[in-house]
């Protein structure tokens, strides 16, 4: 991100540290509109199960919470990571539908923001690649091995959200592919909070809710 745009977005980060300040960005793409990456050698890409998740649990408890687990054993999501051999690399997860806030939020309660999906399309969430394997696009890859698996279940385009200070990500995103179709804001101090949403419904049929934390009536 450019100089200019780092500055501008710096208050906000400020703000964030004691009041409510969020900036969602929402991007999708139909599948063949995302560039392909190739599958790095010696990874391999896993659906997760329960059984999976649990072992994954004890080793990257700040990276798998209980709220992962109780989203695949109700079928509410479905999870994906990189193996390379034993060791994990990295990971996504995608849920369609209706999205509740619980999935889409930047970890703070009030910025919770349910979404509404028309069929065919998929929401992506909570990717994360560790350190070790960063620089060498494995997010990418991640996009390109799970639009091939769902490309044969039925689905065509692909939806996500980001926070509006994630530069890395927002860079990532474009590069892929993803389209920018809009950006929701939510801010709050005490009592008193602000919102702003886009028109909606947005480009594809995409719906939203409220912020948990839009106190407004």
């Given at each position: 991100?450019?100089?200019?745009?780092?500055?501008?977005?710096?208050?906000?980060?400020?703000?964030?540290?004691?009041?409510?300040?969020?900036?969602?960005?929402?991007?999708?793409?139909?599948?063949?509109?995302?560039?392909?990456?190739?599958?790095?050698?010696?990874?391999?890409?896993?659906?997760?199960?329960?059984?999976?998740?649990?072992?994954?649990?004890?080793?990257?408890?700040?990276?798998?919470?209980?709220?992962?687990?109780?989203?695949?054993?109700?079928?509410?999501?479905?999870?994906?990571?990189?193996?390379?051999?034993?060791?994990?690399?990295?990971?996504?997860?995608?849920?369609?539908?209706?999205?509740?806030?619980?999935?889409?939020?930047?970890?703070?309660?009030?910025?919770?923001?349910?979404?509404?999906?028309?069929?065919?399309?998929?929401?992506?969430f909570s990717?994360?690649?560790?350190?070790?394997?960063?620089?060498?696009?494995?997010?990418?890859?991640?996009?390109?091995?799970?639009?091939?698996?769902?490309s044969s279940?039925?689905?065509?385009?692909?939806?996500?959200?980001?926070?509006?200070?994630?530069?890395?990500?927002?860079?990532?995103?474009?590069?892929?592919?993803?389209?920018?179709?809009?950006?929701?804001?939510?801010?709050?101090?005490?009592?008193?909070?602000?919102?702003?949403?886009?028109?909606?419904?947005?480009?594809?049929?995409?719906?939203?809710?409220?912020?948990?934390?839009?106190?407004?009536?």
């Amino acid at each position: 991100m450019r100089f200019l745009t780092r500055i501008v977005y710096l208050p906000y980060r400020v703000v964030r540290r004691f009041a409510i300040a969020n900036v969602c960005c929402f991007f999708a793409a139909e599948f063949s509109d995302l560039e392909t990456t190739d599958l790095l050698d010696g990874l391999v890409f896993t659906e997760l199960t329960p059984s999976i998740l649990i072992a994954l649990r004890k080793t990257y408890p700040e990276k798998f919470g209980s709220e992962h687990l109780d989203l695949l054993e109700k079928g509410q999501a479905r999870g994906f990571a990189f193996f390379d051999g034993e060791l994990l690399a990295s990971s996504i997860w995608m849920a369609q539908g209706n999205i509740p806030g619980e999935i889409n939020h930047d970890g703070n309660h009030a910025t919770q923001l349910p979404l509404y999906l028309p069929n065919g399309m998929a929401y992506v969430f909570s990717v994360f690649v560790l350190p070790e394997y960063r620089g060498r696009r494995l997010y990418a890859s991640m996009i390109s091995q799970l639009t091939k698996l769902l490309s044969s279940q039925g689905f065509t385009r692909l939806m996500l959200t980001t926070e509006g200070s994630n530069h890395r990500a927002l860079r990532s995103i474009r590069r892929m592919g993803f389209q920018f179709l809009g950006r929701s804001m939510l801010f709050g101090i005490g009592g008193f909070t602000i919102a702003k949403y886009p028109p909606q419904p947005m480009s594809g049929g995409i719906q939203f809710g409220r912020y948990v934390g839009d106190q407004r009536l």
